[in-house]
């Protein structure tokens, strides 16, 4: 009587994927396409926020060495321009152009257009990436709207709200130290236009004393080492120059 081997069943794993190899031109190719084209769909719920966006694409695209190859001049000179358009009058910029609810030479809405201080510093790293533009940024301006944002302990705020008050979801949110000293660090080299600088020696007390600094130093002492929290910290300090 014949046997028969019995087949084996089909396995159901599917196979793991190899991600141990970068694949530089598949990002390029999606970075590209967020650039010059729509941006994805779930993307549709952060249009307010289009400068950070926009950092973080031209940035992408300059680490991976493709920026200047696969752009021209022209194009941009184009991005530059939507940039620095979203410089507010007072000083700062804004996330993006649908603020801009007075039109050209008509009184502007304090209350709804107003500048923010992470997409001033977001538009500054984005001319620095570009390479253009930061020249024609409101030196003085920027830098006097900026000392506003400062509060007595030494931090920083989102922006300024009705009256001058200073907004912010939680008043000593770290996050806006780092980026009111990186807007001193790109406006301030070879002088600050006679604008009076803010208080470096507050914002650094401020910083060593932080909830961050206190996290940082009980992790220390159990002996793990928090290097993400750490070099926040220490780069704030060091781009506050102190």
């Not at 696969?70 to 184009?78: K, Y």
Request: proline share 4%; aromatic share 10%; charged share 20%.
């Amino acid at each position: 009587m014949p046997t028969h081997t019995p087949t084996p069943a089909p396995s159901s794993a599917l196979p793991t994927p190899d991600t141990s190899t970068f694949h530089k031109q598949k990002h390029i190719k999606y970075w590209l396409r967020c650039l010059k084209t729509h941006l994805p769909t779930a993307y549709t719920s952060n249009d307010a926020v289009r400068m950070t966006l926009a950092f973080f694409i031209l940035s992408a695209l300059d680490l991976l060495g493709a920026l200047h190859n696969h752009t021209t001049p022209l194009e941009r000179a184009e991005y530059a321009e939507w940039i620095l358009r979203c410089q507010h009058p007072d000083g700062g910029f804004r996330g993006f152009t649908g603020t801009m609810t007075g039109g050209d030479g008509q009184q502007y809405c304090s209350v709804w257009d107003s500048a923010n201080l992470a997409a001033t510093y977001f538009a500054l790293a984005a001319l620095a990436v570009l390479r253009t533009g930061i020249e024609r940024v409101r030196r003085r301006e920027c830098l006097e709207w900026v000392r506003r944002l400062q509060r007595g302990n030494g931090s920083f705020g989102e922006g300024l709200g009705k009256g001058g008050h200073i907004e912010g979801e939680w008043p000593g949110d770290v996050r806006f130290c780092y980026f009111a000293a990186g807007v001193r660090w790109f406006l301030r080299r070879g002088g600050g236009d006679g604008v009076r600088d803010v208080d470096v020696e507050g914002l650094a007390e401020f910083v060593q004393g932080s909830v961050v600094s206190r996290i940082l130093s009980a992790v220390r002492a159990w002996g793990k080492g928090e290097r993400e929290t750490e070099g926040l910290v220490m780069l704030m300090l060091m781009v506050a120059d102190v």
